[in-house]
């Protein structure tokens, strides 16, 4: 059954496709048929990241295994436009990838050239390494990236995913309990300019993860995630941070850089996206050049939520909360939260 959540995304993802017979918000029935397309990797399946090119198409990533439990594989599918399965992706529109572990997707980005970044962790027994890996367009590890198409992501555990324009892969997670970020070259390495050794960590001075990240025009790194209280506490509240390029906190932001929300209940960022001036994608990229406000999508949640485990060697707990939630969104500005 979960292999249909790969579906859905899709479904979704196009269900707003106009269609000649349709009223807002059915389903595209032009699309697969009826608007649904599915696509099976096996006995189990679970999609963690989409995003749609510019040509309709739909790239889905997530993992697979032999049961719901796992272990699992690195999976992704690619959709035509029309909601097939596209042959010229891996033979057959699918591609999976055994990285010795328990392989699992947490984020998914796409480069200028059509190349694939996907971030997520290996498991081992009880130890976690969280990963980077680059596909071609044609959907097979990319060898010019760290040799074989996978290289370690430089932080305890990665959320996140984001592409400079020159071609290097921001990561975005936790380690320690604080903020982490991380910078790898365009081929796959530890980016020595980023901070003296490729990756820092931002204390808020509680229990922090960052669950999103995006670069702007002027290659500024923006980090969305969530702050707990102190150790025992449930509450937790909406967290950002803004770094130059060269790896610091930027004080033209908030003052010192980050900035937090309390909303009086737990609150958890879960991603981000820059706000466009107008219908058409150059004024987004204009938008994102100028510093223009940015949008984070996060939860709201009433009762207890689950703390992020973010220490090396354990798996990450589940982003979802436990108790009744409700959607919610800031808009901030170039210079500060508001």
Same mark, same amino acid.
């Given at each position: 059954?979960?292999?249909?959540?790969?579906?859905?995304?899709?479904?979704?993802?196009?269900?707003?496709?106009?269609?000649?017979?349709?009223?807002?918000?059915?389903?595209?029935?032009?699309?697969?048929?009826?608007?649904?397309?599915?696509?099976?990797?096996?006995?189990?399946?679970?999609?963690?990241?989409?995003?749609?090119?510019?040509?309709?198409?739909?790239?889905?990533?997530?993992?697979?295994?032999?049961?719901?439990?796992?272990?699992?594989?690195?999976?992704?599918?690619?959709?035509?436009?029309?909601?097939?399965?596209?042959?010229?992706?891996?033979?057959?529109?699918?591609?999976?990838?055994?990285?010795?572990?328990?392989?699992? #997707?947490?984020?998914?980005?796409?480069?200028?050239?059509?190349?694939?970044?996907? $971030?997520?962790?290996?498991?081992?027994?009880?130890?976690?390494?969280?990963?980077?890996?680059?596909?071609? $367009?044609?959907? #097979?590890?990319?060898?010019?990236?760290?040799?074989?198409?996978?290289?370690?992501?430089?932080?305890?555990?990665?959320?996140?995913?984001?592409?400079?324009?020159?071609?290097?892969?921001?990561?975005?997670?936790?380690?320690?309990?604080?903020?982490?970020?991380?910078?790898?070259?365009?081929?796959?390495?530890?980016?020595?300019?980023?901070?003296?050794?490729?990756?820092?960590?931002?204390?808020?001075?509680?229990?922090?993860?960052?669950?999103?990240?995006?670069?702007?025009?002027?290659?500024?790194?923006?980090?969305?995630?969530?702050?707990?209280?102190?150790?025992?506490?449930?509450?937790?509240?909406?967290?950002?941070?803004?770094?130059?390029?060269?790896?610091?906190?930027?004080?033209?932001?908030?003052?010192?850089?980050?900035?937090?929300?309390?909303?009086?209940?737990?609150?958890?960022?879960?991603?981000?996206?820059?706000?466009?001036?107008?219908?058409?994608?150059?004024?987004? $990229?204009?938008?994102?050049?100028?510093?223009?406000?940015?949008?984070?999508?996060?939860?709201?949640?009433?009762?207890?939520?689950?703390?992020?485990?973010?220490?090396?060697?354990?798996?990450?707990?589940?982003?979802?909360?436990?108790?009744?939630?409700?959607?919610?969104?800031?808009?901030?500005?170039?210079?500060?939260?508001?």
């Amino acid at each position: 059954m979960r292999r249909l959540l790969l579906a859905l995304a899709a479904a979704v993802a196009l269900a707003g496709a106009p269609a000649a017979h349709a009223h807002p918000g059915d389903l595209d029935a032009t699309y697969a048929d009826d608007g649904r397309a599915t696509a099976g990797f096996g006995p189990a399946g679970f999609g963690e990241a989409m995003l749609v090119r510019p040509d309709g198409a739909v790239i889905l990533a997530g993992e697979t295994g032999a049961s719901d439990v796992g272990p699992f594989d690195f999976a992704l599918l690619k959709l035509r436009a029309d909601g097939t399965p596209d042959p010229a992706f891996s033979g057959d529109g699918k591609q999976t990838t055994d990285l010795g572990g328990d392989d699992r #997707v947490v984020a998914l980005a796409r480069q200028g050239d059509g190349k694939l970044v996907v $971030a997520g962790s290996v498991g081992t027994g009880d130890a976690t390494t969280a990963v980077v890996a680059r596909y071609t $367009a044609a959907g #097979v590890l990319d060898k010019t990236f760290s040799g074989d198409g996978v290289t370690p992501a430089g932080i305890a555990s990665a959320r996140g995913v984001a592409i400079q324009a020159d071609g290097a892969i921001v990561v975005a997670g936790a380690e320690g309990g604080d903020f982490a970020v991380a910078r790898l070259t365009a081929a796959g390495e530890p980016d020595k300019t980023f901070s003296g050794d490729g990756e820092l960590t931002t204390d808020f001075g509680q229990d922090d993860t960052a669950f999103d990240v995006l670069v702007d025009g002027d290659r500024r790194i923006v980090a969305v995630g969530s702050t707990f209280g102190p150790s025992g506490s449930e509450a937790a509240d909406f967290a950002l941070a803004r770094y130059t390029p060269g790896g610091a906190l930027d004080g033209s932001f908030a003052g010192d850089g980050k900035q937090t929300t309390d909303l009086g209940c737990t609150t958890a960022a879960s991603t981000a996206c820059w706000r466009p001036t107008a219908r058409s994608s150059s004024a987004a $990229a204009a938008a994102s050049a100028s510093g223009a406000p940015w949008w984070s999508r996060a939860t709201a949640t009433t009762g207890r939520r689950i703390r992020p485990s973010t220490a090396p060697g354990t798996r990450a707990s589940p982003r979802r909360p436990t108790t009744a939630s409700s959607a919610a969104a800031w808009r901030c500005s170039p210079t500060a939260a508001s």
